[in-house]
């Protein structure tokens, strides 16, 4: 178990790097009594190497998360070497299929020294930087064909199924897909558009292109990758003559 001292002194140093990384980072502290969280957080360490090792001989006891806007978190931990200092390593995303991680070296954990401010630096250009790389590519990975979109454009995808799907850039963009039936799916955080009814899948298509063109936000339909792209326009799709079963659709 660990004092008091200690744990003041992770939270502390946590609060002063997490003001100190680039963008927006913010910091909490789970102490030994918070058993769950603890072993919940062991399991998503992001690391093959140095912390896991560490991990292996001395069990998560405590601990300060590290959380940034988009969801990224890194997670500061004791050092058993009895060196000052800690050892911080990144925390994969929780709400992705095993197989977006397949074929990403994980971006493993470093040791920083007893100074939160120069920590700060090394940080930023190592371990945050590896990460950042590694969370693109499992977030593309879990977009499974699905061309993710930009500020200013949304992709809209058809699905062997009939649904549309797309990854909407911003909370603008998601917030008018919302109002139009499309429903975000929470392990990869994709939207979809179910194609049960394609006439009202059509009319809600046609209604989001002005919505998203008066933001300054185009659109643009497509099949999968390996398919034929369609030449409609998000904004006037095609209306089919009826409902059917979405197994019915050849696109």
């Given at each position: 178990?660990?004092?008091?001292?200690?744990?003041?002194?992770?939270?502390?140093?946590?609060?002063?790097?997490?003001?100190?990384?680039?963008?927006?980072?913010?910091?909490?502290?789970?102490?030994?009594?918070?058993?769950?969280?603890?072993?919940?957080?062991?399991?998503?360490?992001?690391?093959?190497?140095?912390?896991?090792?560490?991990?292996?001989?001395?069990?998560?006891q405590q601990?300060?998360?590290?959380?940034?806007?988009?969801?990224?978190?890194?997670?500061?931990?004791?050092?058993?070497?009895?060196?000052?200092?800690?050892?911080?390593?990144?925390?994969?995303?929780?709400?992705?299929?095993?197989?977006?991680?397949?074929?990403?070296?994980?971006?493993?954990?470093?040791?920083?020294?007893?100074?939160?401010?120069?920590?700060?630096?090394?940080?930023?250009?190592?371990?945050?930087?590896?990460?950042?790389?590694?969370?693109?590519?499992?977030?593309?990975?879990?977009?499974?064909?699905?061309?993710?979109?930009?500020?200013?454009?949304?992709?809209?995808?058809?699905?062997?199924?009939?649904?549309?799907?797309?990854?909407?850039?911003?909370?603008?963009?998601?917030?008018?897909?919302?109002?139009?039936?499309?429903?975000?799916?929470?392990?990869?955080?994709?939207?979809?558009?179910?194609?049960?009814?394609?006439?009202?899948?059509a009319r809600?298509?046609?209604?989001?292109?002005?919505?998203?063109?008066?933001?300054?936000?185009?659109?643009?339909?497509?099949?999968?990758?390996?398919?034929?792209?369609?030449?409609?326009?998000?904004?006037?799709?095609?209306?089919?003559?009826?409902?059917?079963?979405?197994?019915?659709?050849?696109?």
């Amino acid at each position: 178990m660990h004092d008091h001292d200690t744990s003041e002194r992770l939270a502390s140093y946590a609060d002063v790097l997490a003001g100190e990384l680039p963008d927006s980072w913010t910091s909490f502290h789970l102490p030994a009594d918070a058993k769950d969280d603890l072993a919940e957080l062991a399991n998503r360490i992001w690391d093959l190497d140095l912390v896991a090792a560490s991990l292996a001989e001395h069990p998560l006891q405590q601990a300060a998360v590290l959380s940034r806007q988009d969801g990224a978190q890194l997670v500061l931990l004791d050092r058993h070497d009895e060196r000052d200092g800690f050892l911080i390593a990144a925390v994969a995303p929780h709400a992705l299929p095993d197989e977006a991680f397949r074929g990403v070296p994980e971006p493993n954990g470093i040791a920083l020294a007893d100074d939160p401010f120069l920590s700060a630096e090394q940080v930023t250009g190592d371990l945050l930087a590896r990460y950042d790389s590694a969370l693109a590519q499992v977030r593309h990975n879990a977009l499974g064909g699905i061309q993710p979109s930009q500020p200013d454009r949304v992709v809209l995808t058809w699905q062997p199924d009939g649904s549309i799907a797309t990854a909407p850039a911003d909370d603008r963009a998601s917030a008018v897909l919302m109002a139009h039936g499309f429903v975000q799916d929470p392990q990869s955080g994709i939207y979809r558009l179910s194609g049960d009814d394609t006439q009202a899948q059509a009319r809600a298509l046609r209604e989001i292109g002005p919505r998203l063109d008066a933001l300054g936000i185009g659109t643009a339909l497509q099949h999968p990758a390996g398919r034929t792209a369609p030449t409609a326009s998000a904004s006037v799709p095609p209306v089919p003559a009826g409902p059917r079963t979405p197994a019915t659709r050849s696109r």
